[in-house]
C-alpha cells in the first residue's frame, strides 16, 4: 500500500510527491493519524501565537515524539527568506521520509518545498 493510498478516517493531507505532502493546521489528535498513515517526520511552517486557536509547536513536537515522528519548525512570516530556506533545506537533508508539512492552510509548507526542489 502506497502512503498516499492510506488516509486514516479524517487526516486529510495534499501530496506534493513520493517524500512530502501538505495541509493545514494540525492538532494533537491528528498526530497519531499522521504516523499511522506512514509520516515519518513532520515540518510546520507556522510560526506560533499566529491565531488564537492553532496549538504551539512544542505541543506538538511532544505528540510527534511520542508518535515516532520526526519533527522540525521553520516557521514563515510573510515572504520566505534565505533563513527559512536554509532551515527548510537542512531539515530536508536530515529528515526521513515520507514528510508532512504544514501551516495554516499548507501553502507556506508548500512554498517551502517548492523552493527546496527548485533549488
Not at 494533537?28 to 501565537?49: E, L, M, T, W
Not at 491565531?51 to 515524539?65: H, L
Not at 519533527?71 to 527568506?81: D, Q
Amino acid at each position: 500500500m502506497s502512503l498516499f493510498s492510506f488516509k486514516p478516517k479524517g487526516l486529510t493531507f495534499q501530496s506534493v510527491d513520493a517524500d512530502f505532502a501538505v495541509r493545514g493546521q494540525i492538532s494533537v489528535a491528528d498526530v497519531k493519524d499522521v504516523a499511522a498513515a506512514g509520516f515519518k517526520s513532520i515540518v510546520c511552517a507556522r510560526p506560533d501565537n499566529e491565531s488564537g486557536d492553532q496549538p504551539s509547536f512544542a505541543t506538538i513536537a511532544a505528540e510527534a515524539e511520542r508518535n515516532g515522528l520526526q519533527i522540525v519548525h521553520v516557521p514563515v512570516a510573510g515572504g520566505l527568506t534565505q533563513s527559512n530556506f536554509q532551515r527548510f533545506a537542512d531539515a530536508m537533508q536530515d529528515l526521513p521520509r515520507p514528510i508532512l508539512g504544514y501551516c495554516r492552510s499548507g501553502a507556506r509548507a508548500g512554498s517551502l518545498y517548492a523552493a527546496w526542489k527548485r533549488g
